[in-house]
T-cell receptor
Framework: KQEVTQIPAALSVPEGENLVLNCSFT??????LQWFRQDPGKGLTSLLL?????REQTSGRLNASLDKSSGRSTLYIAASQPGDSATYLC???????????FGGGTRLMVKP | EAQVTQNPRYLITVTGKKLTVTCSQN?????MSWYRQDPGLGLRQIYY???????DKGDVPEGYKVSRKEKRNFPLILESPSPNQTSLYFC???????????FGQGTRLTVV
């Protein structure tokens, strides 16, 4: 059974810092990996989708990488801003049964 | 616009009173799924459906029912809600293989 782990569980940084969020998964047989943002009590906003054949995807200040063989993905946020404060979730889509498995999330706070 | 629509967004009900949370997608996706999100437990899958009339249990199916009579709709039914089903619920829709997952805005359910 796929297991997804996100480290750290919480992170507090001053504004302007570059930061890295980590996601690891146990079964490398995946279709893709998706990063989401969730504000407190709100829905999930899709940030980046990386296919299993890709190494990275970029959107603005966000860059996500994928190393499928080692079961790892990172989300890099450049020049963090207070508006980036949220919980970031990674989800892995398995290629057996289309299962989508979530990590526990990283709660990020960016201080002004 | 690709969309997953859940209703209602907020619901307070009493123990034992049957309720249905609706979910509809406009992308002709075959795969749909329900999750619940609880503090400290992350997102857990309740039920999923691979196609019309094909449903299966996820990780936490107890106390829930689903149906998939048509491709666009996947309602979640609580026959006799209990306080431990108080949670934030999300419906998801996935396209084939490489496609990203789309989520509804969530339904916050409180059972008193």
């Amino acid at each position: 059974k796929q297991e997804v782990t996100q480290i750290p569980a919480a992170l507090s940084v001053p504004e302007g810092e570059n930061l890295v969020l980590n996601c690891s998964f146990t079964d490398s047989a995946i279709y893709n990996l998706q990063w989401f943002r969730q504000d407190p009590g709100k829905g999930l906003t899709s940030l980046l989708l990386i296919q299993s054949s890709q190494r990275e995807q970029t959107s603005g200040r966000l860059n996500a990488s994928l190393d499928k063989s080692s079961g790892r993905s990172t989300l890099y946020i450049a020049a963090s801003q207070p508006g980036d404060s949220a919980t970031y979730l990674c989800a892995v889509r398995g290629n057996a049964g289309n299962m989508l498995t979530f990590g526990g999330g990283t709660r990020l706070m960016v201080k002004p | 616009e690709a969309q997953v629509t859940q209703n209602p967004r907020y619901l307070i009900t009493v123990t034992g009173k049957k309720l249905t949370v609706t979910c509809s997608q406009n992308m002709n996706h075959e795969y749909m799924s329900w999750y619940r999100q609880d503090p400290g437990l992350g997102l857990r899958q309740i039920y999923y459906s691979m196609n019309v009339e094909v449903t299966d249990k996820g990780d936490v199916p107890e106390g829930y029912k689903v149906s998939r009579k048509e491709k666009r709709n996947f309602p979640l039914i609580l026959e006799s809600p209990s306080p431990n089903q108080t949670s934030l619920y999300f419906c998801a829709s996935l396209g084939p293989g490489l496609a990203e997952a789309f989520f509804g805005q969530g339904t916050r359910l409180t059972v008193v």
